[in-house]
């Protein structure tokens, strides 16, 4: 592809509102720009490489014998009231009417239609297992999109969803998954982990998330050199057991004035933060009633935990307000789970700690010497946050923290759509049985971001040459040079004609200008043609390390085409 021919809409700067590399470099690129928040075009540079993760993502599916579809967008309600989703979804929903007022959502995605699918069309146990996919682009209503593609209204997917007899095929089809996405993710060039992970929204029995390290990841990422590791909703830590062996005391009031939060009740109380109890009230809104959760002062809550001890989906759940606080009886900023008649989650720490401080539910008021079992009752889980120097829960050994981009996540899905949607196969006697699902999903255009995430410096972007737009770029000093125009396209055709995906830069413009572009769009090889090019030599530039040589046009050449084959 001649330079001249291509639309470069590289820019200096990104606007203010791109504040992490990938979405900054991609704007300045020419590759994405903006429709409307969350909403983005791909210009042709960001097509090609878009075009080659999804190729990648392919090859590793049709060899782990899955089978590609492709589904409409346009979801009815009536599959999302099957599977009991429509209302618990919500409002990440993209809902619509037609004219005929029949209701409809954009899939952000596909388990009902893909179940609904397999139902209509598989009746028979002989054709079982079976796993079928597709890329496509989902839609979901993020209430603050943002970071470009990492969290948008529109993005493209991969979704796969496994279809087995039973646990066992299950157990294999999501196996078969998992080394697939190791195999995408490695070739891809990502420096990942695999982590255990909740299931979400989705639902099901297991899930596994694969997290691409980075300091902008918005999720935390617990692990142990042993080989536990977990996101943080999901990851556990042993119990600590600070003041769990003391002989329970009387309960004592005393006067807090103007002590509200975990810091200044430790300091007015000559205590740390272990040694109080923080209860938090939430709003649980199906119920429309309060719930209480307590932790030691020190830790977080992990809402995750506490949603999913609720059975409720995470917009079905709230801080309370002050006036709510009040109306069970309490203060806000003295609430205790000490005489409140409401639903109450403990943590495991907190009910072992003895004698700990509580609010007193009225204002400038703590409670002393505080007692799970004696003073209040509760259902006692972990509902904290794991935390760095925590303790394994599988070895003992300190925890670790990194935080990650989720890039793709596998599920155990079990019959939680098959059995209420009628998807079954018959068994030898007859018998209708619900098939066992798993489903697969890759964040197509979150991965793009990660790489960039991952490869780049203060230039531009480093791609991986299996999914650079371009493998190469020759760039003439001086184009009308009658030489270096000769040898440029010399080099071009025969980069070509070895299969290399190559940009002559023929555009009348200053080498400095032509060599940012290319450094910011990405490009692997940058061969310059300039004045020893009639003596058969050229400027070899490597993007990924900035190395520049003067070496033979015809070992450069040859070095380009070597490493285009050896692409995996």
């Known amino acids: ?130 796993c079928i996919y597709q890329i496509q682009t989902k839609y979901r209503d993020e209430l603050r999109p943002r970071f470009g593609l990492m969290r948008g209204r529109e993005f493209i997917m991969k979704d796969a969803y496994s279809f087995d007899l039973d646990e066992k095929g299950l157990d294999e089809s999501y196996q078969t998954m998992y080394k697939a996405y190791d195999n995408v993710f490695t070739r891809l060039g990502l420096n990942y982990q695999v982590v255990l992970a909740d299931t979400g929204a989705i639902g099901g029995s297991g899930s596994h998330q694969f997290m691409a390290l980075s300091e902008i990841g918005e999720s935390d990422i617990i692990y142990c050199d042993c080989g536990y590791a977990a996101d943080i909703e999901k990851a556990d830590s042993l119990v600590d057991k600070y003041r769990t062996d003391e002989e329970e005391k009387e309960l004592t009031v005393v006067d807090t004035p103007h002590a509200k939060t975990i810091e200044e009740i430790s300091e007015f109380l000559k205590v740390t933060p272990k040694d109080v109890l923080k209860t938090v009230v939430y709003f649980n809104e199906v119920t429309k009633e309060p719930v209480v959760v307590v932790v030691r002062g020190d830790r977080t809550i992990n809402e995750i935990k506490v949603i999913n001890a609720l059975n409720i989906a995470e917009h079905e759940i709230r801080l309370a307000t002050e006036e709510e606080i009040k109306a069970m009886g309490s203060a806000a900023g003295f609430v205790s789970p000490v005489g409140l008649k409401v639903t109450t989650l403990v943590d495991e720490e907190a009910s072992l700690l003895k004698n700990g401080v509580a609010g007193a539910n009225k204002s400038d008021r703590h409670i002393m010497n505080v007692n799970y079992g004696r003073d209040y009752q509760g259902i006692v889980k972990n509902f904290r946050n794991a935390e760095n120097n925590d303790l394994c829960p599988v070895c003992g050994k300190p925890l670790k923290v990194e935080k990650g981009i989720e890039v793709g996540q596998i599920f155990k899905l079990g019959t939680k759509y098959s059995e209420p949607m009628a998807c079954t196969y018959q068994t030898d006697n007859g018998q209708n049985v619900p098939m066992v699902m798993g489903c697969y999903g890759i964040g197509v255009t979150r991965t793009m971001s990660s790489i960039i995430e991952q490869y780049h410096d203060e230039f531009g972007i480093k791609w991986p040459l299996n999914v650079a737009p371009y493998h190469a770029v020759v760039v003439p000093i001086n184009y009308k040079d009658e030489t270096m125009k000769e040898v440029a396209e010399n080099i071009y055709e025969q980069l070509k004609a070895n299969k290399v995906e190559v940009i002559l830069d023929d555009r009348d413009e200053r080498p400095g200008f032509k060599f940012k572009d290319w450094e910011l769009i990405g490009i692997p090889y940058i061969i310059v043609v300039g004045r020893r090019a009639g003596e058969g030599i050229c400027e070899f530039k490597v993007r990924q390390t900035m190395e520049k040589t003067e070496i033979e046009i015809n070992n450069a050449i040859e070095i380009v085409t070597n490493a285009v084959k050896e692409i995996k």
């Not at 900054?24 to 409307?36: E, F, Q, S, T």
């Not at 993502?57 to 989703?85: H, Y």
Request: charged letters at 30%; proline letters at 5%; glycine letters at 6%.
């Open 1 to 130: 592809m001649k330079a001249s021919k291509m639309l470069i809409a590289t820019l200096k700067e990104a606007p203010n509102e791109a504040q992490i590399s990938s979405h900054i470099l991609l704007i300045r690129a020419g590759m994405i720009r903006k429709l409307v928040a969350g909403v983005y075009n791909y210009l042709p540079l960001g097509l090609r490489t878009l075009n080659k993760i999804e190729k990648v993502i392919r090859e590793e599916m049709d060899n782990a014998g899955a089978l590609e579809i492709l589904s409409s967008a346009v979801q009815p309600k009536e599959l999302w009231v099957e599977s009991g989703r429509w209302e618990k979804y919500g409002p990440e929903l993209m809902r619509f009417t037609d004219r005929h007022e029949r209701e409809f959502c954009l899939g952000p995605t596909h388990e009902e239609i893909f179940t609904d699918l397999v139902r209509t069309e598989v009746k028979s146990k002989k054709n079982l297992p079976l």
